[in-house]
């Protein structure tokens, strides 16, 4: 462990319901504070007691973007994980359990195993969860760490369940730390401190206090993995922001709800995973129609159908893409991460104000329930709030035009309530006052203008936002292209592709619609060897980049098993390709949880 | 309405001896419905009731789904929004809630409200958000040209049902008396007058209020024609109903032979609405008029909390 790159990954596997969840909490909480960037992904499934859960940690002082390759320090809290995954374990990785339940297997020479005798630690605790509270402190004692802040975390963490509770957990910390300073291996190289104290968040928190500081009044969602983490952060704040939440009956009432909501007045935003989303999707053209601003976050996860619930995949591109009959204005965008997410909701309800169009967001299970840390100081929570073209004076005349023609496609619009500016807002077609022109008498010309109006407004819109880049050396031997959540795994991968000697350059795209076909179409045309590297079977996004570019790419590396791309993965996939002019390159995860 | 009406309604601040009349309702196209139809009954009996009330179009918001009687906010001089089919409570419900000083007037028929939209009737009954719901009810669907809709009799012919519906009809009334509405009624088009009066109770009311209105197809439902509900109604006000009674309410909502109840069902004036149990409306006006954004110390806290 030099000190030049202090880049760990504690692992901390157990069953649904022994609180694998915690401890992994517990580290973010101290490794952030010491300024130490992390990341946390949490393999899961859909079980509420039993199965498998395995959190992997991983704590950097460098920029951390995925959980990484490798496990240095394993907690086991049951026989299972120990049997799974000692097989990961290498020389000079420690194997922490709990000798009074689990037997060590077989493992390479050089493991440490790091036999806690939890039962003797804790005065005979008879509390399952103790093990944790001791594998934690095992765990600073490995690494040469100060107790006191898991102490001071310890009191306030089980301060609700009495002071019993918390002398045991402070006894059982003591004496594991002690046991492992006094019988484990421990690192040689000092653990570093960072530059300020971080904070913590993952996908949906971001998603949640972006809309928040953009002014979302209104929210409304059901309940859906992975994506109820927004309708828990905004519920719980909600009293004290100011903001309307609403759990509704089904994603159907969702999205009409938030509609009536945003043409009221409020900026509002709804969020589901791909199933819900299925059932938004007439929504999502009436509010096109009707020329109504709104948000609505789709957090993916497996597919098809209901799919793994709980498990990562980037399969709903055109789902979003085809959601609703007809042909009109919407923008859908992808963001990299957890930054990312927060600042892209504040920009996209600029963008919808402006445009008066629904908009869908594209997260996934990865950035969404994974732990990010970030720099508090690069957080902007006053974001610049623009409504566009919001009327919200009355008029002494009447005669408003809500449907107005104009040469931007933008029609002002004038909130309910306003004397002078009644209308009506209709899903049929309708001319320039809102009367429809579906029913008695259809007028093709008019009809022709007023598709027109709305579909000039995405020429403003394309202007309006970044480009794609190509990131890295233009004459590079290979170009990784991708989109949404797999920006940072790329990006690991390209920094190990170096290592190997390999010059990589990285396309990244975040906008999906508007897609900037001209500008793709121009650094593809400058690249060497291309290569996709997307979470789903059929290149769904290969398939998109054609139809809007005429072009295609030479390669792809497509996982779809439910877990996340390691860096290796696509190292692997770069090498196999380059070696042997592999068409498709699908990895096999390693790792069975 | 007149721009010298608004004035004088201003200022008296809303307490208007402004006279309204209906005409100052009346939307900027004429209905297209088949002449004759039950709808054009109650747009007439909305325009009165509201004209009576003194509400004013413009703090005024008519929604509604898709159907024939769906076209209702196109004739009515309101805010409105004519949205999907059977999404009329959702939408007017986030209406409500983001302005809840708008007075929200739900519009719609029988297969949009109790068919394709009958999951939101549950729940918006049961979220008792103070809106008032009007049902068109024909037992048929119309702009479909005439198949069972979920309130057709049992033996009734439709194209879709040629040898007779086999599937018993939803009671709107009990439905919603279990769903938690607080106000149930029932009105027939054809009496303007008792139908006025309880479209003003409805509006009146603070919470989620049904009227399911007898508003008879003269095209493709020749079985329960206005002459049908001319012959069968009766008021329950004449038979000394209490509408605190729900039980005594879903007995008389149960009653379908040569009797018909209409007039108000149930009144449950104890139970408060959701705006008003919403801690988040509890100050600072309407949601969508309040400033947007974080301020210091929120963002503050945030933040903290994070760390």
Request: charged residues 20%; negative net charge; aromatic residues 8%.
């Amino acid at each position: 462990m030099s000190l030049a790159k202090f880049d760990i990954a504690i692992v901390v596997g157990g069953a649904a319901g022994q609180g694998v969840a915690t401890p992994g909490n517990i580290l973010t909480k101290l490794f952030a504070r010491r300024g130490l960037n992390s990341y946390a992904y949490n393999a899961f499934q859909s079980i509420i007691r039993g199965g498998h859960c395995l959190l992997t940690f991983r704590v950097s002082e460098q920029e951390v973007f995925t959980h990484g390759d490798k496990f240095d320090i394993l907690i086991t809290l049951n026989q299972d994980t120990m049997n799974r995954h000692l097989k990961h374990m290498r020389p000079g990785t420690w194997v922490i359990y709990n000798s009074d339940s689990i037997t060590p297997g077989e493992a390479d020479d050089g493991v440490h195993f790091c036999k806690m005798p939890v039962k003797e630690l804790s005065n005979n605790n008879r509390n399952k969860l103790i093990q944790n509270t001791a594998a934690i402190a095992a765990v600073l004692g490995i690494m040469n760490l100060e107790l006191e802040a898991f102490e001071e975390i310890v009191k306030a963490q089980f301060k609700r369940k009495g002071q019993e509770v918390v002398d045991a957990n402070l006894g059982v910390a003591r004496a594991a730390y002690q046991h492992a300073q006094d019988n484990y291996p421990s690192f040689e190289a000092e653990v570093p401190f960072g530059a300020k104290p971080l904070g913590i968040w993952n996908g949906n928190t971001a998603i949640a206090i972006g809309a928040a500081a953009a002014g979302v009044k209104f929210y409304c969602a059901y309940p859906m993995s992975p994506s109820t983490g927004i309708l828990h952060w905004i519920a719980q704040n909600a009293r004290e922001l100011g903001i309307m939440v609403r759990q509704v009956e089904d994603e159907i009432g969702v999205i009409t709800m938030a509609i009536g909501a945003a043409h009221a007045g409020c900026r509002t935003m709804c969020a589901t995973s791909g199933g819900g989303f299925a059932l938004m999707t007439e929504g999502v053209g009436a509010a096109g129609m009707m020329e109504i601003p709104l948000v609505i976050v789709d957090v993916q996860r497996s597919g098809p159908s209901t799919g793994v619930p709980t498990k990562t995949e980037q399969g709903d591109l055109w789902q979003v893409l085809g959601a609703s009959q007809g042909d009109f204005p919407r923008f859908i965008v992808a963001p990299r991460d957890a930054v990312d997410s927060f600042n892209t909701i504040p920009m996209l309800f600029n963008l919808v104000d402006k445009y008066q169009c629904p908009s869908i967001v594209l997260s996934d299970q990865l950035i969404a329930e994974g732990n990010f840390t970030f720099d508090p100081d690069e957080i902007d929570m006053h974001p610049n709030i623009d409504r566009g073209e919001l009327i919200t004076e009355p008029s002494e005349t009447n005669g408003y035009m809500r449907y107005k023609i104009t040469e931007s496609g933008i029609s002002p619009r004038a909130l309910p309530g306003l004397e002078g500016r009644i209308h009506v807002v209709s899903t049929d077609e309708h001319q320039e006052d809102g009367v429809l022109i579906s029913d008695e008498y259809t007028h093709p010309h008019k009809r022709q203008a007023m598709m027109e109006k709305r579909q000039r407004k995405m020429i403003g819109v394309e202007k309006e936002i970044e480009p794609p880049k190509l990131e890295g050396p233009e004459d590079s031997n290979v170009t990784l292209i991708g989109w949404g959540s797999t920006y940072g795994v790329i990006h690991e991968a390209i920094e190990q592709l170096s290592d190997e000697g390999i010059t990589a350059n990285h396309l990244h795209i975040k906008w999906i619609v508007p897609f900037h076909g001209e500008v793709v179409s121009d650094i593809l045309s400058r690249c060497n060897k291309t290569i996709i590297v997307e979470n789903n079977y059929s290149g769904l996004f290969h398939r998109y980049m054609r139809s809007e570019t005429g072009l295609t790419v030479d390669s792809h590396i497509r996982k779809y098993d439910g877990e996340p791309f390691m860096p290796h993965h696509i190292v692997d996939g770069v090498k196999e390709i380059l070696e042997k002019e592999t068409e498709t390159f699908v990895p096999v995860h390693e790792i069975i949880v | 309405m007149t721009e010298i009406a608004v004035k004088l309604k201003k200022e008296t601040n809303g307490k208007a001896s402004v006279k309204l009349s209906p005409k100052d309702y009346k939307g900027k196209v004429d209905p297209d419905w088949c002449p004759g139809c039950g709808d054009f009954g109650l747009l007439n009996a909305v325009q009165k009731a509201c004209s009576e009330l003194a509400i004013l179009p413009s703090e005024m918001l008519v929604v509604s789904g898709i159907g024939c009687s769906s076209n209702f906010p196109g004739y009515f001089n309101a805010y409105g929004m004519h949205t999907l089919h059977g999404r009329t409570l959702p939408v007017a419900t986030g209406a409500k809630l983001a302005n809840h000083e708008l007075t929200v007037i739900a519009v719609g028929g029988d297969g949009d409200g109790y068919g394709i939209g009958g999951n939101h009737f549950l729940h918006t009954a049961r979220r008792n958000v103070n809106i008032t719901y009007l049902v068109m009810n024909n037992q048929i669907y119309g702009l479909t040209t005439g198949q069972v809709s979920p309130t057709s009799s049992i033996g009734f012919k439709t194209k879709s049902t040629p040898h007779g519906n086999i599937i018993p009809p939803i009671n709107p009334i009990t439905l919603a008396i279990m769903a938690g509405a607080t106000f149930v009624a029932r009105g027939f088009t054809s009496d303007g007058k008792n139908l006025v009066e309880l479209i003003k109770q409805a509006i009146l009311h603070k919470g989620f209020a049904l009227i399911d209105v007898f508003s008879p197809c003269v095209t493709y439902n020749k079985v329960n024609t206005h002459e049908f509900f001319k012959q069968r109604t009766v008021y329950l006000e004449d038979e000394d109903h209490d509408p605190t009674d729900w039980k005594a309410a879903c007995e008389k909502a149960m009653v379908w032979d040569d009797e018909i109840y209409i007039g108000l069902f149930l009144q449950n004036r104890e139970r408060k609405s959701l705006e008003d149990l919403e801690p988040v409306l509890e100050e600072g006006g309407p949601l969508a008029f309040r400033p947007l954004g974080l301020n210091e110390d929120q963002a503050a806290s945030v933040l903290k909390n994070m760390m």
